[in-house]
């Protein structure tokens, strides 16, 4: 079957772009990874950690917002690097991004044969993570509309699951429903609700910025959204809050519920809640729920890791071979790379899996923060650029509150939060060196791509009045335009 390099079709509608953003922000992060989270920090401090990154990702997607609205493109912040500071920074940005998204996809395949365990114990966990696989690649060859549609109701499962679990957990602590009043007494058992102290609440900071990862999703699907200036700002304000009030919703039933001290990451809190709630069969039901979510985080993966990668091949920082689409507008290299590193990435540790998973959400973590570092600077520059160029800002359809504080505010947490990661790792005892470089691998990955870029190609940092703030979505159709008619012209000639 021949190619068509067609180009990225705009197809997605607001429904599609909350959904995306929804489905890859509640996933394995609330429904398994958070009992470890509670376990580590008590519910105390799990819902302070939680709270503290989501007025952080507040600013960050409302920055993120403003750019993506002005300029809807899938290369997203790592195009607005490349544009508004200097192209080495877009270009680590991007394949930083890419590798965050790989990573994850993998981390999901692992918390999926985790899942599958509950019904099947002695059937190993890579035949389920392979079988995953399988299908998270198979939706991505689909369409970005029926990938935003998949998406879509896959979402929606979540979202009614959350609100039903929910509504049974506060029914359990009230007494209604599971016997005897709960009430709130868990919460302060063996020392809680703040379990460990600051060191623990510290620790735990990646976990809760994993969890909210993908909310800046929106950015990376304006490429293909049908009407960018009205969809993006409407997904903003309604995912936000939806998903701060989910998570925070679910930390306190949880540690109401099950006590932090039994919490992990083995088995599904929602599940222990629904036995405990006496609802057997559901305990089952909501292991299908959770394993649907699974592969809906993993579709929104390999879709982000896709399109950043077809983009950085658009704007000659990624072989060009990757910004070849087939006639639906799906980047198929791009995706068959990303499937191959996500599939290596699982298997170097497959024999270990609870340890491997762990291990994946610190490093995937780490990289999503070292983006979220370039939405602040990339905002903060382009507003700068903006009013230096004394263009006026009620010209912009969507303007994120609060600025300079917001974005300098989301700067100063990503990076004290980058920094610190590794105090966990320090005891009397000695250094977990092995928790330390999980901690901190991406940050050398990070620089020697910058670093690497930059000797190369000897980039700088754009001056203010040579910021390229010319993008218009007409710039970005008629160059697809030109593309596909000088593709044509060459298939013509062949």
């Known amino acids: 079957m021949s190619e068509q390099n067609s180009g990225l079709k705009r197809s997605l509608k607001a429904r599609h772009l909350n959904m995306i953003a929804l489905g890859g922000s509640i996933g394995t992060g609330i429904f398994l990874a958070m009992g470890d989270t509670i376990h580590q920090a008590g519910p105390g401090g799990a819902l302070a950690a939680y709270g503290l990154i989501g007025i952080m990702v507040y600013f960050l997607i409302t920055s993120l917002g403003e750019m993506a609205t002005y300029m809807p493109i899938s290369g997203s912040f790592s195009t607005y690097a490349d544009k508004f500071i200097d192209p080495a920074l877009g270009f680590s940005l991007g394949w930083n991004y890419w590798y965050n998204w790989a990573i994850t996809i993998a981390a999901e395949m692992v918390a999926g ?3 599958m365990k509950y019904w099947f114990p002695h059937v190993p966990g890579i035949f389920w993570s392979m ?22 109701w896959f979402a929606g499962i979540k979202v009614v699951t959350v609100i039903v679990f929910l509504v049974i957990g506060v029914l359990m602590i009230l007494g209604i429903m599971g016997g005897k009043s709960i009430g709130f007494h868990n919460y302060f058992i063996a020392g809680g609700p703040f379990n460990g102290g600051f060191k623990s609440l510290f620790a735990i900071f990646l976990i809760a910025g994993f969890s909210f990862q993908g909310t800046e999703l929106i950015g990376v699907a304006a490429g293909e959204s049908e009407n960018p200036e009205k969809t993006i700002p409407k997904a903003i304000h309604s995912i936000f809050w939806r998903i701060l009030i989910f998570y925070l919703g679910t930390i306190i039933v949880i540690g109401a519920i099950i006590p932090f001290t039994t919490a992990g990451v083995k088995t599904s809190p929602f599940t222990m809640v629904f036995e405990r709630a006496g609802i057997a069969g559901a305990a089952s039901i909501m292991n299908a729920i959770i394993l649907t979510s699974v592969l809906s985080a993993g579709n929104s993966g390999m879709y982000a890791s896709s399109r950043m ?5 658009k704007e000659g920082m990624a072989p060009k071979l990757f910004s070849k689409t087939n006639n639906r ?22 024999y270990a899996e609870s340890t491997v998973y762990v291990w994946l959400v610190a490093a995937s973590g780490l990289a999503g923060f070292i983006a979220w570092v370039g939405i602040a600077i990339c905002h903060y520059r382009f507003r700068k650029a903006f009013i230096y160029q004394n263009k006026d800002l009620n010209s912009l359809k969507y303007k994120a509150i609060l600025y300079p504080f917001g974005p300098i505010l989301a700067l100063i947490m990503c990076v004290v939060i980058i920094l610190g990661q590794g105090y966990s790792c320090i005891t009397p005892n000695g250094i977990d060196w092995q928790g330390l470089i999980a901690s901190y691998i991406g940050i050398p990955l990070f620089f020697a791509l910058y670093i690497g870029y930059k000797i190369k190609h000897h980039t700088k940092v754009i001056p203010l009045d040579e910021v390229d703030l010319s993008f218009t979505e007409a710039t970005q159709d008629n160059s697809e335009e030109m593309e596909t008619n000088l593709n044509l012209k060459e298939s013509s000639n062949i």
């Open 113 to 115: 044969s985790l899942i």
């Open 329 to 350: 507008g799906v980047p198929i290299n791009a995706l068959i790379l990303t499937t191959i590193i996500a599939s290596l990435c699982f298997l170097t540790g497959f």
């Open 131 to 152: 079988l995953f696989l399988v299908i998270i690649v198979g939706l991505n060859v689909l369409s970005s509309k029926a990938y935003g549609e998949s998406e879509f």
């Open 309 to 313: 990668l077809y983009s950085m091949a």
